[in-house]
């Protein structure tokens, strides 16, 4: 994808313009003064692909009138071919337009054409904000990221003003985000960061489920004690209870069998006595009844001789007024008919009717009127009662938060004694975490240094740092490398000591190739010119052979290697002696220091120390993180536990303040039971008054009845009422006759039989009497032998009850053993021992009832917080194996963050290390790790320069003297350069393959010499397109550089900028 043309209109000052931008090997300069406009082009590219770094509005001319519409329009017309030529035809043309109304936000609208032709272009797609179709703006950025790629933010395709210089003024966090965004390495860093926070949360969780397991495991420990003082004080209750139990009942069984055995005796005389008080009663009953009936039969023929005169005299007189009134009555029916019904139903006068009507409707009115106030009192003392209970419990609130607090806080000042202690405790934990956290650190680096010499010699690559540095560096080349090693050993049978004679040559650099540019000070030799003499295959004079293994093609060159060591044997410069090397110049040592690498035995055992000492530093490092984890807990937990004991402090201190609450409580309560007993005799007395309401209201209905009845009888009261007393009279007579006659049949009957029975009544009299004298003699013997008993019975019978009391007493208490106790078999002890077991029992039960702190579900609160703290024992072990998950997910994370940023630094090292090179500089490239005050990951990334020769350390571009002053830190000159070259080693380290690159202000800082070399250098390293912006004027050597240039001008007096082309010959 090459740009092949851009069309701008309505982008601020400019008028309509084409720029036709040439082939894909054909360099465009955009030139002109300052202000011109220059930049605007860059910005047109980036808006039209959606570069987030251009503000579209920016590109509005700020001479356009307010009121009138903007309207603008870029075309950036492509070539599909290349390297990174995509599945599309030949010519793809990105179009924006855009449109804003006065007053109203803009409108874009971007559009994709593309054809075989450049003229007959055709539209692909069009893309909206909020686009039913979702061909939104998102889609147009993907769409240009993966099918075109060639967004300018993603693919690092546009430098906008200063971007390509900007690296060595940057300070180094943000070069290395700059850096790490574009090689991925931000999304990598954002997930060990993740797992770091996981990491952090799983710990919190893990502390925090061992603090409480620790009390849940405290509180089993109290329950314990209380479900084995319950059972305890449960088994004495049981023991003595039953004993108790026992013996009261068996005393309780004497003195019954004891009572039943007297009251057998009395109830025996007193059956006697009753048979005989029975008998003597009948015949005294006999005897009063005949008198009683001798006497009544004489009155009775007495009197019942004159009620039969009387009534005869009066049965006459009834039956003539009785036809008297009946005449009389008949002749008032006649007149008084439909009244008569209704008036007889009335219960009171006519008087008495209207007094009580009066009276009623009073009264309604006054109770209602009594019932109002009486309510409005209830509703008073609702209110004041409401009143009360939310003051009650604003209170009780308090209170009870108080108690919460004070029993953490009496637990903690009992754990810690103060917060001054605690904080000491705090600050001496922590001076002895860091000295063990250096230390582990220390053992950390050691312990990865022998793992890392022990992993090269279990893979047989003996290799040091600079020997791989230098066949990294000939493998990018092209070249094949090896070291000396690979082709040579140290005879099995020599000696390890004979090793060191090489000591000046063994980590010599041996090529497949006529030249190299060696990368370090180590001997670097190549093969192909090396040309023995003869063939060899070992020198055993020298104690060296060939490596096992070799292929032909190999062992040839391992002859040429051992020729070439051969050569440093003889009397020529150079020449070995005493593990020197010497040549006419001067002499050099050994390359590495005390190693051994051509002795299989030497490394067998150097493997033997390396593997010991790597146990040795692993459980140093193991037992010093343990210890440091337990103490970064402790530390966790006394740090947290510091404003904790703070606040408990300062919560005791406010004591006072719990008991005046206390006290307020008690008197709300009292002023509470007060105003409901108000209450409740106010409803009571509101329900009494309207009941009395009630009945009197049904009163006045009543009355005010019956007076309409008096008012429609009135007229007729007088016949009414005399007719009602003869209806009255007629029927008292009739009764009176009929009582009369019946009167006389039955006196005649009685007066017969009066006289037959007088006789024979008293004949029974004088037969009663004696039998009665002699009951009355009998009687006296036995009632003295009953009372006798009787006193006896009572004192026993008392006895029993005390017992029977107690038992009774028990059976509310333990109602099953005095059950079990009843139904024992009757046992045959002595009454003396049964009291005194039973006095020791009843002891022994009082003290276990009564004791104190006995909890009675004692026994179901320890299982039940055995089962929690079972449970809470699996959700740590949970809690520890998930962060040991996320501790370990952390350490991987780290790793491949840090390889990844290891190997795209050291990549972009060398490259920068090698350009920097070709300008008589030295450079490089490190980044550095560390953690911010709040533990989280800080990188930065460093660019250090320096002239090559010049001694002092690398410096980073970045430095600058402090207070504003000059005089420290790189030149100008170099700064850009060092930007230029980094950035250069940047996008060559990328994978895409971009087809151009827009630079803008790409030369503005480097003078004619280097800017035409660090073009060249970006136009051979980067391969594609380059489309430079410069403000400068250059000489005809740089010029040569483009096939095309465009200068930009501007004309303050038109308001107007204008783009013309040009093309070099």
Not at 210 to 235: C, M, P, S
Not at 404 to 421: P, V, W
Not at 853 to 863: K, L, M, R
């Amino acid at each position: 994808m090459i740009p092949e043309r851009l069309r701008i209109s309505g982008i601020r000052d400019y008028g309509p313009t084409e720029m036709n931008l040439g082939n894909a090997d054909e360099h465009i300069l955009i030139t002109g003064p300052n202000g011109a406009g220059k930049s605007t082009i860059s910005f047109c590219m980036g808006a039209v692909l959606r570069s987030s770094k251009v503000d579209i509005e920016g590109l509005k001319s700020q001479n356009l009138p307010e009121d009138e519409t903007w309207r603008a329009a870029i075309h950036f017309l492509f070539k599909n071919e290349g390297a990174s030529r995509i599945d599309a035809p030949p010519f793809i043309e990105f179009r924006l337009i855009c449109e804003q109304l006065p007053k109203q936000p803009i409108k874009l609208q971007y559009e994709i054409h593309d054809g075989d032709e450049i003229e007959e272009l055709a539209l692909r797609q069009t893309y909206r904000s909020g686009d039913a179709n979702k061909n939104n703006f998102t889609a147009y950025r993907r769409e240009l990221q993966y099918k075109y790629k060639i967004h300018p933010d993603l693919y690092y395709l546009i430098w906008y003003q200063q971007e390509v210089n900007q690296f060595s003024v940057m300070a180094p966090e943000e070069r290395f985000r700059i850096f790490s965004e574009m090689h991925g390495i931000d999304r990598i860093q954002k997930d060990w960061e993740t797992s770091l926070e996981v990491v952090k949360d799983a710990r919190e969780a893990f502390n925090d489920a061992t603090i409480k397991q620790k009390g849940y495991e405290f509180e089993l420990n109290v329950a314990r004690d209380h479900k084995e003082r319950f059972e305890d004080n449960k088994r004495r209750i049981n023991d003595n209870g039953f004993q108790y139990a026992l013996t009261t009942n068996e005393l309780l069984r004497n003195a019954e069998k004891t009572r039943l055995e007297m009251e057998r005796y009395i109830e025996e005389r007193r059956i006697e006595l009753d048979e005989l008080t029975d008998k003597e009663n009948m015949i005294t009953s006999h005897l009063e009844e005949a008198n009683e009936r001798q006497v009544v039969l004489l009155q009775n023929q007495k009197s019942y001789n004159e009620e039969l005169i009387t009534a005869e005299h009066a049965l006459t007189e009834k039956e003539a007024k009785l036809t008297e009134v009946n005449l009389e009555v008949d002749a008032l029916k006649e007149e008084l008919s439909e009244l008569q019904e209704a008036y007889t139903k009335l219960p009171f006068p006519e008087n008495e009717t209207r007094h009580r009507w009066e009276t009623a409707v009073e009264q309604v009115a006054t109770l209602q009127g009594k019932e109002h106030a009486i309510r409005a009192r209830v509703q008073r003392s609702e209110e004041e009662i409401e009143g009360n209970r939310q003051e009650q419990s604003k209170i009780q609130a308090d209170i009870d938060q108080w108690e919460n607090q004070s029993k953490d806080a009496i637990e903690l000042l009992g754990r810690y004694t103060s917060s001054y202690q605690l904080k000491n405790r705090v600050s001496e934990l922590e001076d002895s975490l860091q000295s063990d956290r250096a230390l582990r650190a220390e053992l950390r680096e050691r312990l990865q240094i022998c793992k890392e010499e022990l992993t090269m010699l279990q893979r047989n690559q003996i290799e040091s740092p600079r020997q791989q540095a230098a066949i990294r560096h000939l493998k990018r080349q092209g070249i094949q490398a090896y070291t000396l090693r690979h082709f040579v050993k140290l005879m099995d049978n020599i000696s390890i000591e004979k090793e060191s004679l090489y000591d000046a040559i063994k980590y010599s650099i041996f090529y497949d190739a006529s030249t190299c540019q060696p990368f370090n000070d180590l001997y670097h030799v190549s093969l192909k010119k090396l040309i023995p003499t003869r063939s060899i295959t070992s020198l055993p004079q020298y104690g060296l052979t060939m490596q096992e293994g070799l292929s032909s093609n190999e062992k040839n060159d391992a002859a040429r290697v051992l020729w070439w060591i051969e050569q440093f044997f003889s009397k020529e410069a150079p020449f070995l002696q005493n593990g020197l090397l010497f040549d006419s110049r001067g002499s050099r040592g050994p390359e590495e220091r005390d190693t051994y690498i051509l002795s299989k035995k030497a490394l067998e055992e150097r493997q033997s120390i390396l593997e010991r000492k790597i146990e040795k530093f692993s459980k140093e490092f193991d037992l010093l993180t343990k210890k440091i984890t337990k103490e970064n807990e402790r530390y966790r937990l006394w740090n947290a536990d510091v404003h904790k004991v703070e606040e408990a402090e300062a919560l005791l201190s406010k004591k006072v303040e719990q008991q005046y609450r206390l006290e307020q409580l008690d008197r709300l309560t009292e002023q509470l039971k007060l105003l409901q007993d108000s209450k409740r005799e106010f409803e009571k007395e509101a329900q009494d008054v309207w009941k009395q309401a009630y009945e009197e209201g049904e009163e006045v209905k009543a009355r005010e009845a019956d007076l309409l009845i008096y008012e429609q009888f009135g007229q007729q009261a007088d016949k009414i009422e005399h007719l009602q007393r003869l209806e009255q009279e007629s029927i008292m007579n009739k009764q009176d006759i009929s009582k009369l006659k019946r009167a006389l049949n039955s006196i005649q009957d009685k007066l017969d039989d009066l006289h037959g029975q007088s006789r024979e009544n008293q004949r029974d009299i004088e037969s009663i009497e004696d039998k009665l004298n002699q009951i009355k003699r009998v009687e006296g013997q036995i009632i003295d032998q009953i009372h006798e008993k009787e006193d006896e019975r009572i004192a026993v019978s008392n006895i029993g009850m005390g017992y029977k009391t107690e038992l009774e007493e028990l059976r509310l208490l333990i109602p099953d053993l005095v059950e079990r106790a009843i139904a024992e078999e009757e046992r045959t002890d002595s009454k003396f021992d049964l009291q005194h077991r039973q006095n020791q029992a009843k002891v022994e039960f009082q003290n276990a009832l009564n004791e104190k702190n006995i909890d009675p579900n004692a026994v179901e609160n320890y299982f039940t917080l055995e089962e929690e703290v079972t449970r809470k024992q699996d959700e740590l072990q949970s809690a520890k194996n998930l962060l040991e998950e996320n501790e370990e997910r952390a350490v991987l994370n780290e790793q491949r963050l840090e390889t990844a940023i290891a190997m795209q630094v050291q990549r972009i090292n060398l490259l920068f290390g090698e350009y920097m090179g070709m300008f008589q500089f030295e450079g490089q490239i490190k980044y550095e790790k560390m953690m911010d005050k709040q533990g989280r990951p800080i990188f930065k990334l460093f660019i250090h320069v320096r002239k090559e020769g010049h001694r002092g350390k690398l410096v980073d571009v970045s430095l600058k003297a402090r207070g504003g002053r000059v005089g420290k830190g790189v030149s100008g000159g170099e700064e850009s350069l060092s930007s230029l070259l980094f950035a250069l080693s940047l996008l060559q380290n990328l994978e895409n393959q971009a087809g151009f690159i827009v630079l803008d202000e790409f030369d503005s800082a480097l003078d004619d010499t280097r800017k035409t070399k660090v073009f060249e250098l970006y136009e051979e390293k980067l391969a594609r397109k380059l489309i430079i912006l410069s403000p400068k004027a250059h000489e005809n050597e740089y010029y040569e550089q483009f096939r095309k240039a465009f200068v930009v001008s501007h004309d303050p007096a038109q308001l107007k900028s204008v783009i013309r082309g040009l093309e070099m010959k």
